[in-house]
């Protein structure tokens, strides 16, 4: 009879009692259990949410995840953070398995071979600047030669005539 209830709540005996055997179930722990069941009868809607959203993510495939949460030992507000990195990690397995020589991947190499990039390119952008006030400087002109020397005799004779 027993085993039949826990077949009809489809109960995960392994997330609720640490065990896959009815007959290993510690008692103290299922007296609990259904004291807090009989406490939270009016809760039993927002449980069954709960299970049908379980099954969901077990079906999904990550069941471990749907475990830890079960069990208490994942934050529910910790959980997008485990999710996303366990994500990371199964692409980033599946990568390898792809392209093996993504294995041999340093982390550190390959930080400093970014800064050093980023040292070129500010050089390099430093000498494109240089470049284009030379290339202005040398357009500018200078002295009495050609339309400054018309520009300079004019301001010359304005400077007279107001005098």
Known sequence: ?????IKFLDLDLAAIFQTDSIATIDLNRLSAWAA???ASHVRCEEWAK?????RKMRAAGPAWFASTLASGELDPNNAHMELETA????YWKKAIAADPELAAFDGDGHGELVAQFVAIEERSRATAVSSVRARH???IPRGALEE???IRGEIG???RCAS
């Open 87 to 90: 994500f990371a990690e199964a």
């Open 1 to 5: 009879m027993f085993a039949d209830a």
């Open 148 to 150: 400054m020397r018309v």
């Open 36 to 38: 807090g069941w009989a």
């Open 157 to 159: 004779l304005t400077c």
């Open 137 to 139: 400087q040398a357009a």
């Open 50 to 54: 709960l299970v049908k959203a379980d």
